[in-house]
């Protein structure tokens, strides 16, 4: 089973989802800050990380790049209802290539996108090309 | 010329006797002459008669004589005839000397000499015969007879002497009573001219005396006047002065010379003792219009009013010329003033008055004065520029006919408060109605003039055009507006996208209990349906949205970038080709979020056009510029998708309009050209069915410059870039 962490300061959103991804067979934590993400990644292997960009103190893109770094095999899905979004992604784009879905998602879209996304190899998905997959 | 009447007649007077006297002597000499002639005459008669008496006795004597001796024989009457022979030749020839000039008379004087001769013949021979005594009877009786014919003959010349003697004597008395008749004829002429011409005289010198006597009334009455005139011409302040001037060979005036000038004339001018000089010897300099003037006022008689400048006196003159005197003298008389103060006065004033001119008609605020009935009574040039209409065309308009009509109402209010004196002046924001296009904002403020009973008797009112100032508000509105909607619809963004999001997750997480009825099944569809529904607007149109809204140079590789990513994963799903080709710039100059918005939508829609293993083409072209607007990019987004209705293709901007089968706010394509049309630039569709859809995006490359302001600001969204 893996293992996917939802990162939300809207407590509702984080629940709701983390539910859904539940019920869907996954095993998924829903933390409100990237504190509490940061430190349940340390604690455990996670799978995927899908969070909130727009978030206080620590952002959403913080804590991915964050995660990129010390956590290479997590892969990451960024949510956002807001376009600034795109801007602070764009601030490292040359490094950093995250995901990113609009929102509101419907339950079905993110289902199918998560499915997508464990299928996939975390390198390709996260770093850049010259990143060696080396890591298992 | 009194005078010469009475010396005329005076002359005359003179003349007369001498002509009488002139006359009588004629008359006298003419009188003598003809007295001797007559005297002459009758003596010469008389002489004449006197000797043919003479003769006659002589003759007498000698017949007698011989009768006598024939008679008698005595010797002693022989003496008278012998002696008489003699004597009587010499009367004859005496007689014929005396009738040389008397033909007639001298004929008869032949006859009878002749016949006197015969009997002289006669006699000598009876002489020298012895008679009988009857033969001296008959040669007595002869000779008798021829002495009675000789005594008639001679009677007869005397008689005819006599006769021409009393002619001369007749003709003598009638030439002198003629001569007296003419004579007093004369002297009653004479007398009567005499007494004529000395009536004449008298009246003449009656009329000479009261002539004579207006004449020296005339000449008090001249005398007190112009004593008056001198006091008038020593006291004026005003200078005057007779002068004469003077002209040169060709008849140029080129001087003139003081005759006479008033006391005054030397504080006039400054020249002092100017009598006798001329204007050259004090200012050599002197303009030629003055001379100029001066001769033809003393040339043509006209009298001149004027006012001119003196150089070298350093003065102005008010100055009235009118000849004076006869014309060949060239005398004119100059009544004149010192005007030098008053024409700096005046030149002050009209400089003064220039510089209030210019500064009402140059001032940048309009300036209108207006009646109390509305009437405009004037406007400054700044006005009619303001308004677009000429000063004439605006003194027939009231103030009413050119302010808009919503602004009429708040401006009568405050007129009216002027009017009864609540108070003297308003200030209001209005518009007018220029000459052609759009109603212009003006900040006008309006004072009351008020004349002494208080009334309004006209306002003046100051005009500031303010549509620059209000558009740069309104576009600070704009953009405030904007920048709030912007933040607003981040923040609302935010707030709806998150309880939309849970709301959705929650529905999802109902619909998977089981044991739902169906209806209760279809209902949770419903919800998510509408809710999802609610997210796509909500994405459309606040999804790209940000807090700030400041433009930037902005580079379409980027933008495109960033979209393609976005859509990766539907890309991918429907095998969507996308073919990408940039031209040499990419750079344009706008909100980068904005512009993502408007290439999302363009791609969103290609995406949705095209089927499977379709086909996007994206382009980035340019730059170019049309019509010498400012350079733009242009951003192609083209599909071979199922392309758009003809029909409907005119409508696809508009809101909630969609062609779309599956769900579709309408909205897409309206909040793009609204982003589009906010960056000052322009999209374009071209479609057919079955073949393809494309979209173009005219974006500008940079930043405007500043005086190209939009114009149209009453629009919701406008380009403020």
Redesign the interface.
């Known amino acids: 089973m893996k293992t996917i962490l939802v990162v939300d300061d809207?407590v509702?959103?984080a629940d709701?989802?983390s539910?859904?991804l539940q019920?869907s067979g996954y095993q998924s934590i829903a933390v409100y800050g990237a504190a509490e993400a940061q430190q349940i990644l340390r604690e455990r292997t996670v799978d995927l990380l899908i969070s909130d960009v727009?978030m206080p103190d620590i952002n959403g893109f913080e804590l991915a790049i964050h995660t990129t770094r010390n956590h290479p095999d997590t892969r990451i899905l960024l949510i956002s209802?807001?376009?600034?979004t795109?801007?602070l992604?764009?601030g490292g784009?040359d490094q950093y290539?995250f995901e990113?879905l609009?929102?509101?998602?419907?339950?079905?879209q993110l289902l199918e996108?998560v499915k997508?996304l464990l299928a996939r190899s975390p390198l390709t998905l996260n770093g850049d090309a010259n990143v060696p997959e080396s890591h298992p | 010329m009194m005078r010469s009447a009475s010396q005329v007649a005076l002359s005359r007077l003179t003349l007369l006797p001498i002509i009488a006297l002139v006359l009588v002597t004629g008359i006298l000499v003419l009188q003598i002459h003809s007295l001797e002639s007559s005297a002459a005459s009758l003596d010469h008669s008389d002489a004449v008669i006197a000797r043919m008496h003479s003769l006659q006795r002589l003759m007498i004597d000698e017949e007698t004589g011989l009768r006598g001796y024939l008679l008698t024989s005595r010797p002693e009457f022989l003496e008278p005839y012998t002696l008489g022979r003699g004597e009587v030749d010499g009367d004859l020839a005496e007689l014929q000397r005396l009738l040389s000039d008397d033909p007639e008379q001298l004929k008869l004087l032949n006859q009878i000499a002749q016949e006197n001769s015969e009997w002289v013949t006669g006699a000598t021979r009876r002489l020298g015969q012895s008679e009988s005594r009857a033969q001296i009877i008959s040669g007595g009786l002869e000779g008798k007879r021829r002495m009675d014919h000789i005594r008639l003959l001679i009677a007869q010349f005397i008689q005819h002497e006599d006769q021409l003697r009393t002619n001369s004597e007749h003709r003598a008395s009638y030439l002198s009573s003629a001569a007296l008749a003419v004579l007093s004829v004369a002297v009653l002429v004479a007398a009567g001219f005499i007494f004529f011409q000395t009536q004449r005289l008298y009246q003449s010198h009656e009329m000479y005396r009261n002539l004579a006597q207006r004449h020296s009334e005339r000449e008090m009455a001249l005398n007190e006047s112009e004593a008056r005139y001198r006091t008038l011409f020593e006291s004026i302040d005003e200078g005057f002065c007779i002068i004469e001037v003077i002209f040169d060979q060709r008849g140029k005036p080129n001087d003139y010379k003081f005759i006479e000038t008033n006391p005054s004339f030397g504080k006039q001018t400054g020249l002092v003792a100017a009598q006798g000089k001329t204007m050259r010897e004090f200012a050599p300099e002197m303009e030629q219009h003055w001379f100029d003037m001066y001769g033809q006022v003393a040339l043509t008689g006209e009298p001149a009013r004027f006012q001119n400048r003196a150089e070298q006196l350093h003065r102005w003159f008010d100055a009235y010329a009118f000849r004076i005197g006869p014309p060949e003298k060239r005398r004119v008389a100059v009544l004149f003033q010192d005007i030098s103060d008053r024409k700096r006065t005046e030149e002050a004033l009209l400089e003064s008055e220039e510089r209030f001119r210019a500064l009402y008609e140059r001032a940048p605020v309009g300036i209108e004065q207006v009646a109390p009935d509305g009437r405009l009574l004037k406007v400054n040039s700044t006005q009619c520029a303001i308004l677009g209409y000429s000063e004439a065309e605006l003194l027939l308009k009231t103030f009413e006919d050119i302010t808009h009509p919503d602004d009429r109402a708040t401006e009568a209010a405050l007129l009216r408060r002027m009017f009864v004196g609540e108070q003297d002046s308003y200030s209001l924001e209005k518009r007018y109605l220029p000459k052609s296009g759009n109603p212009v904002w003006v900040n006008i403020t309006s004072t009351a003039v008020r004349d002494h009973s208080g009334s309004l008797e006209y306002r003046i009112t100051v005009v500031e055009d303010i549509t620059a100032r209000r558009r740069a508000e309104q576009a600070l509105i704009h953009a405030e507006k904007l920048a709030v909607t912007g933040r607003m619809a981040?923040v609302m963004?935010?707030e709806?996208?998150?309880?939309?999001?849970?709301a959705?997750?929650?529905l999802?997480?109902a619909s998977?209990a089981r044991n739902l009825s169906d209806a209760t099944c279809r209902h949770l569809e419903l919800a998510?349906h509408e809710?999802?529904r609610v997210?796509h607007i909500?994405?459309q149109t606040l999804?790209?949205?940000?807090?700030t809204g400041n433009p930037t140079k902005v580079d379409l590789q980027?933008v495109v970038?960033?979209v393609m990513?976005?859509y990766e994963?539907e890309l991918k799903k429907k095998r969507i080709r996308v073919e990408q080709r940039y031209g040499t710039e990419q750079t344009v100059f706008g909100i980068?979020?904005e512009l993502?918005?408007i290439l999302s939508n363009l791609v969103n829609n290609s995406i949705d056009a095209v089927s499977d293993n379709g086909c996007i083409r994206l382009r980035v072209a340019g730059p170019s510029s049309l019509d010498g607007d400012r350079p733009r990019i242009r951003l192609t987004v083209g599909d071979n998708g199922s392309g758009i209705d003809p029909q409907h293709l005119g409508r696809v901007f508009e809101p909630f309009f969609s062609v779309k089968k599956s769900i579709s706010t309408g909205l897409g394509l309206w909040v793009t050209q609204q982003l589009v049309k906010k960056h000052d630039g322009k999209i374009l569709i071209r479609s057919k069915p079955g073949l393809g859809t494309v979209l173009q995006v005219f974006l500008p490359v940079e930043r405007r410059t500043p005086n190209r302001l939009s114009q149209d600001l009453d629009q919701d969204v406008q380009a403020t870039l």
């Open positions: 809207e509702v959103l709701t989802l539910a859904i019920h727009m209802g807001n376009a600034a795109q801007e992604l764009n784009a290539h990113l609009a929102k509101p998602i419907p339950p079905k996108h997508e | 981040s963004a935010h709806i996208n998150n309880p939309l999001g849970a959705l997750n929650s999802y997480l998977l998510q809710l999802e997210a909500t994405r999804g790209f949205y940000r807090e980027t970038d960033d990513n976005l994963s980068e979020g993502r918005q």
